[in-house]
């Protein structure tokens, strides 16, 4: 009785759905995927702050209550929330338009941008407008994302090389670290490289290595996940122990030590207006990347994800985190596979989480003050790196020209002229290319196979025709961008075909008929009837006749609505 009262509320609150059924087994397993992403975690966000321009303890906090908020709201059992590179990448563009990095104010636009994206996303759940987001075509996603990981490796060369460079694209960030190559420092090119080159290992050859040493497997994986969290202790060691930083080896420094502090975002309208754009690109590639995660890693426990719902949880999660002196997060594919994999079953792993990071942020922040940013940059190249796919250009080169165009215009304007107008540019591409497609739908003229009630397109099969009809099937919807060209194909067809009497058109694959394409089905009724031919309509589906039912098409249409294709050419040919 207890938790049917609290039925209509579980919509909203998902915990109350798996909460049911929460036992002690799942509480283990989320524990022990706690640690093992906790681990993973604590480099990984102080480096995405990094490369997002904020002080290294935001990366901390963003991992937070962000995680809890999520547990309470989201609908994935395994979906880590936190801060992710690309993210980071264009809260770094948008707010540096605002503010000089390392400014108070430039943490503060930071927190805003995070409450704007949070806000965003919570109307587009209420309002269950998910849908928004399949305008970004996977192709333009891919493409973006590999862009973006280009930009994001590049631009973490100049802490690798110990360097004073910068930029928005990579023509900017390649011209500025050729120019200041004359200020390498050594000791940090070492750390760097060594970092680089021992977590590219760590990816592949720990884990084999140590199963081979007879570790069990469990502990093997938490061991090969503790990689990053190695190169941290070790170079910082090595970093203290032999003073580098007084050679050059730039370092932290002082990392508040404590719980995220409570912070409010700037409510100016100046501000918002600024930041709006951004947020909104942000929330929307944030639950691209979030709900394909979830989805993907659902799939294999054959459970469920509701995108709407989904919009709720990252909305909640980025408010936590504008509260809290976070920055924008979102599902992270890296971290999520790890929770997975390391057999989270409820979202309390992110909870569990949550608490490993702000045990870390209470004790562990005095200790980074000697952290080489050399090594949390190689964290960053490492994993970007496995996002940059140029499998995609020679997948949709051989699939579809269209998309090819959209995925390469997408990577090479992203590294042109930013992430910004990379992903803009991916979103209009998409719809161009999409109302492009529609406007000049598929139009083929059938006939009846020989034995058969089938009707196929005349150019791919051997079929019966009768000179007095003419059978047209589109393979589209009807609306107002392909609706004159359903007409010129018709006018262009009938004119001067003296034996034509009846042309018939075929409605098996239209599931809409909009107002414009209507005006254009009374005009070709119409012209056709001044040249002595009746139209005919069949397989007209049960929705899109009860909207032409309310017009006065059927009324005035010369012809009749064939139930079947079949039926119709037997009727007329008679």
């Known amino acids: 009785m207890r938790f049917t009262a609290l039925k209509p509320f579980e919509r909203y609150l998902p915990i109350l759905d798996w909460g049911k059924t929460y036992n002690r087994d799942a509480l283990t397993n989320d524990m022990v995927a706690a640690v093992i992403v906790t681990i993973m975690l604590i480099p990984q966000s102080l480096a995405y702050a990094l ?3 904020l002080p290294a303890e935001m990366g901390l906090y963003a991992s937070i209550l962000p995680l809890v908020a999520y547990a309470i709201f989201g609908t994935s059992r395994a979906l880590a929330v936190g801060p992710v590179a690309v993210v980071s990448l264009m809260t770094a563009a948008a707010v540096g338009n605002l503010a000089l990095q390392g400014t108070a104010e430039y943490a503060a636009a930071a927190i805003t941008l995070a409450f704007l994206s949070g806000l965003i996303l919570l109307i587009m759940g209420f309002f269950r407008l998910g849908f928004l987001a399949n305008f970004l075509s996977h192709p333009v996603i891919a493409g973006f994302i590999t862009a973006s990981g280009i930009i994001i490796a590049t631009s973490q060369l100049k802490h690798i090389l110990g360097i004073n460079a910068s930029g928005h694209n990579l023509a900017e960030l390649v011209h500025s670290i050729f120019t200041h190559l004359n200020e390498i420092s050594i000791w940090t090119l070492i750390i760097g490289v060594t970092s680089t080159a021992f977590l590219f290992w760590v990816r592949k050859g720990l884990k ?4 081979n040493a007879g570790l069990k497997p469990r502990m093997a994986e938490i061991l090969a996940k503790a990689g990053p969290v190695g190169a941290v202790v070790v170079t910082t060691l090595v970093t203290w122990m032999f003073g580098l930083q007084n050679h050059g080896v730039a370092i932290v420094g002082s990392v508040p030590q404590g719980l995220p502090p409570l912070t409010v975002p700037k409510f100016d309208a100046d501000v918002w207006t600024s930041l709006f754009g951004s947020a909104v690109l942000i929330s929307i590639i944030g639950f691209v990347e979030s709900v ?6 659902a799939a294999k426990k054959r459970q469920r994800i509701v995108p709407d719902q989904e919009l709720i949880g990252l909305g909640a999660s980025n408010i936590a985190a504008s509260v809290s002196g976070g920055y924008p997060v979102t599902g992270g594919f890296a971290r999520s596979v790890v929770n997975f994999d390391a057999g989270a079953e409820t979202p ?17 922040t005095p200790l980074l003050f000697f952290l080489p940013k050399a090594t949390l940059a190689a964290t960053i190249i490492v994993a970007v790196l496995s996002l940059v796919d140029f499998s995609i250009l020679k ?6 020209k269209a998309d090819f165009a959209a995925v390469a215009a997408t990577i090479l304007l992203t590294l042109g002229f930013g992430v ?9 591409l998409s719809i161009f290319l999409f109302l492009y497609r529609t406007s000049r739908p ?18 791919r099969h051997k079929v019966e025709t009768n000179p007095a009809i003419l059978t047209i099937r589109v393979d589209e919807n009807l609306y107002f961008a392909n609706a004159r060209f359903l007409e010129d194909y018709l006018y262009d067809r009938v004119v001067g075909d003296c034996d034509l009497k009846h042309v018939i058109l075929m409605c098996s694959a239209v599931n809409d008929i909009d107002t414009s394409a209507l005006e254009s089905l009374e005009a070709i009724n119409h012209r056709l009837q001044d040249m002595g031919i009746t139209l005919h309509l069949s397989e007209v589906k049960g929705p899109v006749m009860d909207r032409l039912g309310r017009s006065h098409f059927l009324h005035d249409l010369t012809g009749k609505v064939f139930l079947s294709q079949f039926g119709a050419v037997k009727e007329l040919s008679a």
């Open 442 to 459: 598929h139009i083929a003229e059938v006939g009846l196979v020989p034995g058969t009630e089938h009707f196929r397109n005349i150019e």
């Open 348 to 364: 309390a792993a992110g909870a569990f989480t949550a608490i490993g990071i702000a045990l870390a942020a209470l004790a562990l």
């Open 292 to 297: 394909s995660v979830a989805q993907t890693l």
């Open 51 to 53: 490369l997002a321009g």
């Open 420 to 428: 910004e107008t990379g992903v803009s540019a991916g979103v209009l």
């Open 208 to 211: 084999p290595m140590l199963l």
């Open 395 to 400: 997948t949709t080169w051989n699939y579809s």
